[in-house]
């Protein structure tokens, strides 16, 4: 039973930051992609980054580029996401997914196990 549980989540003043968590079990993830997503009260979930658990290669969404980092650490089974210079905009539950082989890593509907996510609110 795969079970993916975020933390690290909170209140922010606009460009701060903060570090997100994703704490991974019930199985080996080598081969897999995990990502995070966010969303907002009525909108859709939307993909900020991913990272291939093999060989580390890491994807961003173009809002999220030169200001957040994704990073595993192998042996903590975590994976994690550094955000720094927030915006109000970045507001959002934040969802750590993971999935054995998506076709497209920005597909929220390609990803078949999602954690309980975590509030982020940046205030201006």
């Known amino acids: 039973q795969v079970q993916l549980v975020e933390s690290g989540g909170g209140l922010v003043q606009a460009g701060g930051s903060l570090r997100l968590s994703c704490a991974a079990s019930?199985?080996?993830?080598?081969?897999?992609?995990m990502g995070w997503f966010r969303q907002v009260p009525g909108k859709e979930r939307d993909f900020v980054a991913a990272?291939?658990?093999?060989?580390?290669?890491?994807y961003y969404a173009d809002s999220v580029q030169g200001r957040f980092k994704i990073s595993r650490d192998i042996a903590k089974n975590t994976v994690y996401l550094q955000m720094n210079s927030l915006k109000p905009e970045d507001t959002a539950v934040y969802y750590c997914?993971?999935?054995?082989?998506?076709?497209?890593?920005?597909?929220?509907?390609?990803?078949?196990?999602w954690g309980q996510g975590t509030q982020v609110t940046v205030s201006s």
């Open positions: 997914a993971a999935d054995r082989s998506p076709v497209v890593l920005a597909r929220q509907d390609e990803y078949d196990y």
């Open positions: 990272i291939r658990w093999s060989g580390g290669h890491t």
């Open positions: 019930g199985r080996t993830f080598s081969g897999y992609v």
